[in-house]
């Protein structure tokens, strides 16, 4: 009779102890959705919409984490750190400027630095061949916000001519620090290609394209390069001074320039490379642009009578 009675107290305890596991369960799960909605499914209270963050080269996972973390892109650093491991993304994500526009989470965050999704559009600057630094200076001062004309002079006047002249793409971030490198590693590349040309002409590499530089400012097309290459190579070698109105200091003096006068592109460097034989040693171009040749001064005298009068 005793151990009836005892039985409902017994039931008792066991429903209440269901209940007490039940609920602690249950607070366990409530707290781990809580947490990964927190961390996982929502974006930080004081994210910056419109943040440019820099990802520098060889930053590790770690070191973006913080970067992220510190800029209140993300509110955690494990589970962002975890998922990129997971999308496979740790060894694929680029160095360079990534705009984060509106909020995201942190698993739209590691997707889009998985994928290298930037999402800056890039700003194109178009270089021509012929310019100097300071032209360049001045072009790329009104593109670029970071961009510091007075730094790049400093920097870039001792590698006048070694600044390819291109179209060059950068984000809004660039600075004169990345128009000097990107200029000189695609002067180097091209460089490279004919290379082997420069090294089988009788001339060192400053002075090819010191004579490029003037040529480009001097040619007015693609027919007039070689030839003025041939003409002032043979003034050289006849020890007359070049007198080309790039450069004045030729007036006065023989020889090429000290360095070079502007950034020549890869046609002046082979014409520079390769000048066409000829018996000429003056030209000049009429207003029209078309360009007249003669042997001897007396023919040259002639043709500025002719053209230039």
Same mark, same amino acid.
């Given at each position: 009779m005793d151990s009836f009675e005892n039985l409902p107290q017994e039931n008792l305890f066991k429903k209440k102890s269901f209940f007490r596991i039940g609920g602690f369960y249950f607070l366990v799960i409530?707290?781990?959705?809580?947490?990964?909605?927190?961390?996982?499914?929502?974006?930080?209270?004081?994210?910056?919409?419109?943040?440019?963050?820099?990802?520098?080269?060889?930053?590790?996972?770690? +070191?973006? #984490? $913080?970067? &992220? =973390? *510190?800029?209140?892109?993300?509110?955690?650093r494990i589970a962002f750190e975890s998922l990129v491991i997971l999308l496979g993304g740790e060894k694929y994500m680029a160095p360079g400027d990534y705009l984060f526009e509106n909020k995201q989470n942190v698993f739209g965050i590691a997707i889009r630095l998985s994928n290298r999704e930037?999402?800056?559009?890039?700003?194109?600057?178009?270089?021509?061949?012929?310019?100097?630094?300071?032209?360049?200076?001045? +072009?790329? #001062? $009104?593109? &670029? =916000? *970071?961009?510091?004309k007075s730094k790049f002079l400093l920097e870039a006047k001792p590698k006048e001519g070694y600044l390819f002249p291109d179209t060059y793409f950068f984000f809004s971030t660039s600075n004169q620090e990345d128009v000097l490198k990107y200029m000189q590693e695609n002067f180097e590349k091209k460089i490279k290609s004919i290379q082997f040309k420069i090294d089988a002409s009788s001339k060192t590499e400053k002075e090819i394209i010191t004579m490029a530089s003037i040529i480009e400012r001097e040619a007015k097309g693609d027919a007039d390069r070689t030839i003025i290459s041939g003409i002032l190579w043979n003034r050289i070698s006849k020890n007359m001074p070049l007198q080309v109105d790039a450069d004045m200091w030729t007036y006065k003096n023989r020889g090429l320039p000290e360095n070079p006068i502007c950034n020549p592109g890869l046609d002046a460097i082979m014409a520079s490379?390769?000048?066409?034989?000829?018996?000429?040693?003056?030209?000049?171009?009429?207003?029209?642009?078309?360009?007249?040749?003669a042997r001897t001064f007396e023919e040259h005298k002639i043709n500025k009578f002719k053209y230039l009068k």
């Open positions: 409530f707290l781990i959705l809580f947490l990964g909605y927190y961390f996982i499914f929502s974006a930080p209270v004081n994210f910056f919409e419109g943040k440019i963050i820099t990802i520098e080269e060889g930053s590790s996972l770690r +070191t973006i #984490s $913080k970067n &992220l =973390k *510190n800029n209140n892109v993300i509110r955690s930037r999402n800056l559009a890039p700003i194109k600057v178009t270089i021509p061949e012929g310019f100097d630094v300071n032209q360049i200076a001045d +072009t790329f #001062s $009104k593109k &670029l =916000k *970071n961009f510091d490379i390769n000048p066409a034989n000829s018996s000429y040693l003056y030209y000049l171009h009429d207003p029209e642009g078309e360009i007249h040749y």
